[in-house]
């Protein structure tokens, strides 16, 4: 057997830095994978990073797609029982709806509750998801606060849960344990880098179908086209009014489409194309984990009345994921469903089933304490 020749990670920096023009989408997973599994220094990974982004190679879609490959290669694999005739490494039949973030808009947690409302209505959603950086609630936050027990789910736990409510959580703390490598760096850093990017393309549950939110009209093309080099089926890359990461709730939202046959078209959506109201952004700004997850409770409970904005916010994004995921033939018959999900209570229980997942797995996972005899007071 031929002996494996190793690069030093040096070598891809003297490319990036010489002659950035040959460096190429396999250098790019190949340094990704050295720094996943802590072969490169924190000193390099900085360098590396900062190379790439002066010159704009961290924008191109086949190195985007090649890093985030060395991600889901190094992250804790979902195993998906076989339907049919599939194969072992057949992607698991979910979709998922999920940001880049760094909007600055600090919005309700929409993408979530489209994701639950959405596994109401029929989709299997593994949603893919960290804690704020930049907000003051992010996906993570606001499920804990609805206690959740994020850090209970495991790789083998994910398939039943699907099978069970079709929603789950994949915290991204929990499935990437190799980003620690790059964590300091990044943070000392202090500016956006290509990792930055990669959270919608990095889920290890492998999602055909997706719903993703950029905060620049400039990356719409480049992130749709790193979801097709990436095995992605079919597509919404998303880009509402003021760098919204979401379907806006007012306006114009910029769409990138990706179909089947791997082609791409742009174009707009507007809340009137799922014949829903416009709603100011004013309307459906959140706040602190508590006060989103008492918002997501009046929503999954149908304590919301027809027209109010943050219904509509999330009925336009939950739809959307509808139909890409070929559930619904129209942009309205999406939103419907969407909205029978929440009146019918099926959204209600697809977070208290994962709800109650969670708990159970932290219960299961959490030894005994001893017992010691009760005190009495005189």
């Known amino acids: 057997m031929a002996a494996t020749t190793t690069v030093p990670f040096a070598n891809y920096l003297k490319l990036l830095t010489n002659d950035p023009s040959t460096f190429t989408a396999p250098h790019a997973h190949a340094a990704a994978q050295d720094i996943m599994h802590g072969r490169a220094t924190q000193a390099q990974i900085g360098a590396f990073l900062m190379l790439l982004k002066s010159s704009r190679l961290e924008t191109e879609p086949a190195i985007i797609a090649a890093v985030a490959s060395a991600m889901r290669e190094a992250a804790l694999p979902i195993h998906f029982p076989n339907s049919g005739n599939a194969p072992a490494s057949a992607p698991a039949p979910v979709v998922d709806i999920v940001g880049t973030g760094g909007d600055g808009l600090d919005t309700f947690n929409v993408s979530t509750?489209?994701?639950?409302?959405?596994?109401?209505?029929?989709?299997?959603?593994?949603?893919?998801?960290?804690?704020?950086?930049?907000?003051?609630?992010?996906?993570?936050?606001?499920?804990?606060?609805?206690?959740?027990?994020?850090?209970?789910?495991?790789?083998?736990?994910?398939?039943?849960?699907?099978?069970?409510?079709?929603?789950?959580?994949?915290?991204?703390?929990?499935?990437?344990?190799?980003?620690?490598?790059?964590?300091?760096?990044?943070?000392?850093?202090?500016?956006?880098?290509?990792?930055?990017?990669?959270?919608?393309?990095?889920?290890?549950?492998?999602?055909?179908?997706?719903?993703?939110?950029?905060?620049?009209?400039?990356?719409?093309?480049?992130?749709?086209?790193?979801?097709?080099?990436?095995?992605?089926?079919?597509?919404?890359?998303?880009?509402?009014?003021?760098?919204?990461?979401?379907?806006?709730?007012?306006?114009?939202?910029?769409?990138?489409?990706?179909?089947?046959?791997?082609?791409?078209?742009?174009?707009?959506?507007?809340?009137?194309?799922?014949?829903?109201?416009?709603?100011?952004?004013?309307?459906?700004?959140?706040?602190?984990?508590?006060?989103?997850?008492?918002?997501m409770l009046d929503l999954v409970n149908g304590r919301l009345p027809a027209g109010h904005p943050v219904l509509d916010f999330v009925l336009l994004n939950a739809g959307a994921l509808l139909y890409v995921a070929g559930k619904a033939n129209t942009l309205p018959e999406a939103a419907q469903m969407a909205r029978r999900a929440i009146e019918d209570g099926t959204a209600k229980r697809a977070l208290e089933g994962f709800r109650a997942a969670s708990q159970e797995l932290m219960d299961q996972a959490v030894p005994p304490s001893v017992t010691t005899a009760p005190t009495t007071s005189s």
């Not at 996906?139 to 027990?149: F, K, M, Y």
């Not at 998303?238 to 919204?244: E, F, H, Q, S």
Request: contains cysteine.
């Open 113 to 295: 509750a489209a994701g639950i409302v959405a596994a109401g209505a029929g989709c299997r959603v593994a949603k893919h998801g960290n804690r704020a950086s930049s907000s003051a609630c992010g996906s993570a936050d606001v499920l804990e606060a609805l206690h959740c027990r994020l850090t209970s789910i495991t790789p083998e736990s994910v398939p039943k849960i699907i099978a069970d409510t079709r929603f789950c959580f994949l915290f991204s703390q929990t499935f990437h344990p190799a980003m620690k490598n790059v964590a300091s760096a990044r943070k000392e850093l202090g500016v956006r880098t290509i990792f930055n990017l990669l959270g919608p393309l990095s889920s290890p549950a492998l999602p055909k179908r997706m719903i993703v939110g950029v905060y620049t009209q400039a990356l719409g093309p480049l992130m749709a086209e790193a979801l097709r080099i990436s095995g992605v089926e079919r597509a919404w890359v998303v880009c509402g009014a003021m760098g919204l990461d979401e379907i806006a709730p007012e306006g114009k939202t910029d769409v990138w489409s990706l179909e089947p046959n791997g082609e791409v078209t742009a174009g707009i959506v507007t809340p009137s194309d799922f014949g829903l109201l416009a709603h100011p952004l004013s309307d459906v700004v959140g706040g602190l984990p508590a006060h989103n997850a008492e918002t």
